[in-house]
């Protein structure tokens, strides 16, 4: 299995666009790159997904370079309540639907 | 519309007493899956089930763990003579289909502290 690896904290001024970064060199051609997050007390929610494009939703954005070893998520406004840990995930069908979770980050936004 | 929910939220044991959890998936959701999270760690991956079918229970750290899901809808998670090693998160989750871009829907955990 693919691991990634991701700083473990960050800070980020309200409003600010935050930027995640992940490393995923090993990451095989038919491997996702994921993204959940996990704010204090609550289970992990799903942010964003992606094979090799670029991807956007209401919630974030998620790009991938070209050689895919590597990707950011980024919170184009980040808000008090994007305070959370960050999971990048490599995903890999064959898992049977697994998701493999590591350290995170954790993102604190501040005022 | 409703989530995953999973009851008790709290449970607090004396090491050696067994244990049940309890998860709700959405309904409809074919896949159920159980993780388990430390304290300041990650979720690590207990176990899986599609409908009632118990494909992949590699992560189940004893024999002492043991999850069923009867009807192919609400799973238990079962801990035998609990250890206070067990004590930990307890997160279930569910999603519509197996193998594809479908997103996990977690619940709230169920929190469970070995005394």
């Known amino acids: 299995d693919a691991k990634t690896t991701q700083p473990t904290s960050m800070d980020c001024a309200e409003g600010r666009a935050a930027n995640l970064p992940c490393n995923h060199s090993?990451?095989?051609?038919?491997?996702?790159v994921y993204w959940y997050r996990q704010i204090h007390s609550q289970g992990p929610q799903y942010i964003i997904h992606?094979?090799?494009n670029n991807e956007t939703n209401e919630m974030a954005s998620l790009i991938i370079t070209e050689d895919r070893k590597s990707s950011t998520l980024i919170l184009p406004h980040a808000t008090l309540r994007d305070t959370a840990v960050y999971y990048c995930i490599v995903y890999n069908y064959n898992q049977g639907g697994k998701l493999i979770f590591g350290q995170g980050t954790e993102l604190s936004v501040k005022p | 519309g409703a989530g995953v929910s999973q009851s008790p939220r709290y449970k607090v044991a004396k090491r050696g007493q067994d244990v049940a959890l309890r998860c709700d998936p959405i309904?409809?959701?074919?896949?159920l899956f159980w993780y388990q999270q430390a304290l300041g760690q990650g979720p690590e991956f207990l176990t899986y089930?599609?409908?009632?079918?118990?494909?992949?229970k590699s992560g189940l750290p004893s024999d002492r763990f043991f999850a069923e899901r009867p009807e192919g809808s609400v799973s238990t998670l079962k801990i035998q003579r609990t250890q206070q090693e067990d004590s930990a998160v307890y997160l279930c989750?569910?999603?519509?289909?197996?193998?594809?871009?479908?997103?996990?829907?977690f619940g709230p955990g169920t929190r469970l502290t070995v005394t």
């Open positions: 090993t990451i095989s051609g038919n491997e996702y």
């Open positions: 989750a569910s999603s519509l289909r197996l193998g594809d871009s479908y997103e996990q829907y």
């Open positions: 992606g094979l090799k």
């Open positions: 309904s409809g959701h074919v896949s």
């Open positions: 089930f599609q409908n009632e079918a118990q494909l992949d």
